[in-house]
């Protein structure tokens, strides 16, 4: 028996999020995934301004009892938390946050969008201030650049730089302030975030001016320059606020494609009458009532009325889909026809609906292969940065001494690494809002950068390339009789169908509506799995649908339940005496043959596995232009094949939805699995094509490209901005305000090149 758990100390959160909600166990629900003796909390972030900030805050997590694994996606401003409920409780990790300088709140809509909101907003005041008073210093120090020589009283002069300085200490104080608070919070880590020499050469330049304008003859010259320094801080915060809006834009379509599940429900009681409940108050069993207009808030089953449901999110479907009593309703699809009755089966992190939102989570969580790289190395490169400043100084201190304090805050200014650091998680992020869009939701992110280099694609046969449907080819009467009677028994046979979800079932069903004119009904019917369908008619008499062999036919057309010559086929007819053979095809799923020849066109090799017979196998692979074509293929057998292109040094992906090709995208460099496919291949995969779009493989294939292009030219104009500007600095030709503008301008600009994979 295991022991209680022990108690825990309530511990503060947000003033917006008390403890006490964020723990509350149903509200917890909202933003944390359960598994045997761990929770998973998702986070929006706030105050984070560079790469580093997520070391310090992954840091703080790390230190809370109980904290199994924290991820910060600086990017994205996301943390995702493993926690042991024994041990700690979600305040606690919300009090972490806040206590390393930042903000937490649960990653949900409407709490994000107001975190969002609010940072925007003070974004913006200290913009506002940076510039406004910016404008009114670079009045006060025009006349020292226009007056000649003699022409500027030094009484007057000393007047201007005193008002110069009243007028930078608002920026000093509310503008540059997330500059000193991020510096501050890594030297306390005792790490060196890149926020470090901003805040020093800051730091510096306010001094030094503070000490040409209150003592013109003193060690720092008679030269002020607030004007410099209020500009550069000006134009640091003006490209932070187009990055900032930029990263928001991108939450903010994420939420609106994942955040349609209402906030209530009406639920019905025994009496038929709607009461609101809270959705994570639903339990599998209720009835709730469905308005025109809103999402079904769990997934279930249609019991009264009829409408059409919008499921572009959950299935790619651009169509609104007919729902008539006993359909299935997903969470989060829009009801469009009318209002309606649903039974609730799943609720939860059960929904597929969350799965899809736990998918995204988890790769917007991830931190590229890249930025661990960057992360890896910006200590030493920040440390070589304050040295090669110190260094300029102290060689200026020997040229022009006046000079040397200017040329420390370029070269501060100028080596900071922001732009480096922004350069593959934006564009990766960008690329998987792209591609989210389209119903191809990215597990891990830095898979794209794979695809990108993908050599040759092996693709899964059956519920891959084909429709998880067969579809209907037509009947075969194996004893002679009139038209009319081939009718009656096709349309009870598809009555008995209706009984089963069998694939084969099914497409004889759609085949076939049930339009009340089969005049068979059917008593006691019971189905065997592998076999069949039986059931009894009025008269008494036992009928099957199935196998051959479940209708004891015997003369060599059928071996048995289990035959392959049976896969396509059913009989239907009285216990030992088949009267009709079902005949059915494989479907192909519709733009299967337009995404392999675009997948051609890309230059990527194409193999075809299946377990299949080597006829439909082959059949298949000729339709479609695949040479390269392997039947009756195990899981071990289609393992063998993809290692063996591995060996050959290709790079591989893979396309798949079943059990047995689970192996195989563990396996490949980059895999996807269908969205209708079995959870353990789609736990496998780097992606889900939820769309179940075959094209949309191809499409990603094409944004993997566009995006690793984007990278390139995000690092390279990165790179190119230090090799241009640093000895510029270090030779003195570039003041502190031009080396703040150049530094925000490369930010932006690598910001806004990303932001076009989104379109």
């Known amino acids: 028996m295991s022991s209680a758990a022990p108690a825990l100390p309530v511990l503060p959160a947000t003033p917006a999020l008390p403890a006490a909600v964020l723990d509350d ?66 305040s606690a990790l919300v009090a972490a946050v806040a206590a390393a300088g930042y903000q937490a709140v649960p990653d949900t809509a409407a709490a994000a969008r107001g975190l969002r909101q609010a940072e925007s907003r003070k974004l913006l005041w200290r913009l506002f201030v940076a510039g406004f008073c910016a404008m009114q210093v670079m009045m006060m120090a025009t006349p020292a650049y226009v007056a000649g020589p003699g022409e500027l009283a030094p009484d007057l002069r000393q007047l201007l730089n005193w008002a110069s300085w009243l007028l930078t200490l608002p920026v000093l104080a509310f503008s540059a302030a997330p500059f000193f608070a991020s510096a501050w919070s890594s030297l306390k880590a005792r790490r060196i975030g890149m926020d470090v020499p901003v805040a020093l050469g800051i730091a510096v330049a306010f001094v030094a001016s503070s000490g040409a304008a209150f003592d013109p003859q003193g060690l720092f010259g008679s030269e002020p320059y607030f004007d410099s320094l209020t500009m ?27 955040g ?12 038929d009458m709607p009461h609101d409940v809270s959705v994570h108050r639903l339990q599998p069993g209720d009835r709730v009532r469905v308005a025109v207009g809103d999402a079904f808030p769990a997934d279930g089953t249609l019991l009264q009325g009829e409408t059409e449901a919008d499921e572009a999110l959950l299935s790619g479907e651009s169509h609104p889909v007919a729902k008539r009593p006993g359909a299935a309703l997903v969470a989060g699809s829009l009801n469009l026809g009318a209002p309606v009755v649903q039974r609730v089966e799943r609720t939860g992190a059960d929904t597929r609906y969350e799965q899809i939102v736990a998918l995204m989570r988890e790769a917007m969580s991830q931190r590229p292969a890249g930025a661990r790289t960057a992360d890896r190395i910006a200590g030493p490169f920040l440390w070589g940065v304050l040295l090669l400043a110190f260094g300029a100084a102290a060689v200026w201190l020997r040229i022009d001494p006046s000079r040397a304090v200017w040329v420390a805050v370029s070269v501060l200014i100028v080596t900071c690494p922001c732009a480096l650091s922004l350069a593959t998680p934006a564009a990766l992020l960008s690329a998987a809002s792209a591609l989210a869009r389209r119903g191809v939701l990215l597990r891990r992110i830095e898979a794209l950068e794979n695809l990108a280099v993908v050599q040759q694609l092996f693709v899964d046969k059956t519920g891959t390339l084909t429709a998880s449907r067969p579809a209907w080819r037509g009947l075969v009467a194996l004893q002679p009789m009139p038209a009319a009677r081939q009718e009656a028994l096709l349309r009870a046979a ?18 076939v509506p049930d339009d009340g004119t089969a005049a068979t009904p059917w008593h006691d019917v019971r189905e065997t799995p592998g076999a069949g369908l039986e059931a009894t008619d009025a008269d008494g008499q036992r009928w099957r649908l199935g196998s051959a062999a479940w209708l004891g036919r015997t003369d060599g057309t059928g071996a048995g339940a289990d035959a392959t010559a049976d896969a396509l086929q059913a009989w239907f007819g009285p216990v030992g005496q088949p009267l009709l053979s ?14 392999m020849a675009a997948l051609r066109q890309e230059g990527i090799a194409l193999s075809l596995l299946s377990g299949d017979e080597p006829q439909r196998v082959d059949r298949l692979a000729q339709r479609l232009g695949i040479a390269d074509a392997v039947a009756q293929a195990t899981p071990e057998r289609k393992l063998a094949a993809l290692r063996a292109a591995q060996q050959q040094g290709r790079r591989v992906a893979m396309v798949g939805d079943g059990v047995n090709d689970a192996p195989v995208l563990a396996q490949a460099d980059v895999s996807f699995a269908m969205g209708q496919g079995a959870l353990v291949a789609r736990a496998q995969a780097d992606a889900v094509v939820l769309s179940n779009r075959l094209g949309d493989v191809a499409v990603a294939r094409r944004l993997a490209r566009r995006t690793v292009r984007v990278i390139r030219q995000n690092l390279a104009w990165a790179a190119l901005y230090n090799l241009a500007c640093v000895p510029l600095a270090l030779a003195g030709y570039l003041p502190p305000w031009a080396a703040g503008l150049g530094m925000a301008a490369s930010s932006a600009g690598v910001v806004l090149n990303a932001v076009r994979l989104a379109r």
Do not use: N, Y
């Not at 598809?494 to 069903?509: D, E, N, Y």
């Open 25 to 90: 166990p149903v509200e917890l629900q909202r933003f944390t995934r359960f598994t045997p003796g761990l929770a998973e909390s998702s986070f929006q972030l706030g105050g984070m301004h560079c790469a580093a900030c997520a070391g310090l805050i992954e840091q703080a997590l790390g230190q809370v009892d109980g904290v199994v694994e924290a991820r910060v996606q600086a990017a994205a401003q996301r943390a995702l938390v493993r926690w042991d409920p024994q041990r700690t409780r979600a």
């Open 494 to 511: 598809a009555r008995l169908a209706a009984w089963s979800r069998h694939p084969l079932s099914q497409a004889l069903c759609e085949a």
């Open 582 to 595: 079902l005949q059915f095809d494989e479907a192909l799923r519709p733009d299967a043959a337009a995404a």
């Open 260 to 271: 349609t599940l209402p906030a209530t429900a009406q639920r019905l009681d025994e009496q």
């Open 232 to 258: 550069f801080i000006s134009f640091l915060l003006g490209g932070r606020f187009l990055e900032m809006k930029a990263r928001h834009r991108a939450a903010a379509a994420l939420e609106q494609a994942l």
